[in-house]
């Protein structure tokens, strides 16, 4: 007996089967989506955690080396805009009016930030050594003509900085490359407000044995994303609005909304830990501490650890004892006595 082939004939798929299984796919990946996000954003705040980590690492060495952690940057106290605090403890100064001249440098060199101080432990003696500290750092280059001002360090730029390693360019090609980390000044950048209580300001010779709140409960670095238009923010040297280094290498974490040279602090607003936004016509959000890490942002401590701390850390407490510093306050001062929670953190 024969057997007949039965014929087979190929069916494709209809249009409307086929956009059937576009928007299955459309849905799955954006049910996917979401997750992958989740998944950079977490691998990113590792990053940031382990660049917080390092520089901790060297302004604890820097500590061991030179006796005192690094100032925020330096400024002649016989400046005409400047005067020092008569007050033994360590740095602290006050804020008149008035501009400084150019000569005097003070031996420690002006403007220079923490970060170029803390460089040599960082593995970047190329910056250190081409950096010379009695000269203003504005215009200085390394030998190939490079600006050491617009030497973007990757280790000093949070991972999820949208803007990367961007550069600011005035109209006459100077550079300054940006930082997301800024020293904690303690409440405020002003001593005459009760501020400068913290580990990094300007003209600070903080030791660790002036940390009497204890290293793990004391604050020395923290997140703040540079301006929006890169003028507050820089790595190597900065100055800020006010020439104590305010927004620019140093930030209270209460810090007073006092961006003019001579203005009072005394009369001016202050800002807390919250979260922030690029697009910041009016560079608002440089006066307080915030990352483009939703929720929070990376803090590192006097003894070296680092934590991601959200906003809710600085929520205050007015009850019927009166006024309750938060967390992060507490959290920022050397010397201030306050008792702070464990479970809180």
């Not at 960082?122 to 050594?129: G, H, I, P, Q």
């Not at 050491?148 to 360019?169: D, F, K, L, Q, W």
């Not at 307080?288 to 070296?304: N, Q, T, V």
């Amino acid at each position: 007996m024969r057997l007949e082939s039965k014929n087979c004939s190929n069916r494709g798929f209809t249009l409307v089967e086929l956009l059937v299984v576009i928007a299955i796919i459309g849905i799955l990946i954006g049910m996917l989506l979401p997750a992958v996000q989740q998944v950079r954003e977490a691998a990113r705040r590792i990053n940031c955690g382990n660049n917080m980590r390092q520089i901790a690492i060297a302004l604890l060495t820097y500590e061991n080396s030179q006796q005192e952690l690094p100032p925020g940057h330096v400024v002649n106290p016989q400046w005409p805009s400047i005067t020092f605090d008569t007050d033994p403890s360590p740095g602290g100064l006050d804020l008149s009016t008035g501009d400084p001249p150019e000569e005097a440098e003070p031996n420690r060199g002006a403007w220079w930030s923490w970060m170029m101080r803390v460089a040599p432990f960082m593995e970047l003696n190329y910056v250190y050594d081409a950096a010379d500290f009695e000269e203003w750092p504005w215009w200085q280059s390394l030998p190939d003509g490079t600006s050491i001002n617009g030497i973007s360090v990757p280790g000093y730029v949070c991972p999820s900085e949208s803007r990367g390693a961007a550069v600011y360019t005035d109209a006459s090609g100077n550079t300054a490359a940006i930082t997301s980390y800024l020293g904690v000044s303690g409440r405020d950048s002003y001593k005459e407000t009760g501020g400068q209580d913290g580990i990094i300001f300007c003209n600070s010779s903080t030791k660790i044995t002036d940390i009497r709140d204890g290293n793990s409960n004391t604050l020395m670095v923290g997140e703040r994303t540079p301006s929006a238009n890169l003028l507050y923010g820089w790595q190597w040297a900065g100055a800020g609005a006010n020439r104590l280094g305010e927004t620019d290498v140093v930030l209270g974490v209460h810090e007073r909304i006092a961006p003019a040279r001579g203005s009072d602090p005394n009369g001016s607003e202050t800002d807390f830990f919250r979260p922030g936004v690029e697009n910041d016509p009016n560079n608002l959000h440089r006066f307080h501490h915030w990352s483009f890490h939703p929720g929070g942002g990376m803090w590192a401590l006097a003894d070296g650890s680092v934590h991601f701390y959200s906003h809710q850390i600085d929520r205050g407490n007015n009850g019927s004892t009166g006024f309750e510093p938060t967390l992060l306050e507490k959290l920022s001062t050397r010397n201030g006595g306050e008792v702070t929670n464990p479970v809180e953190l």
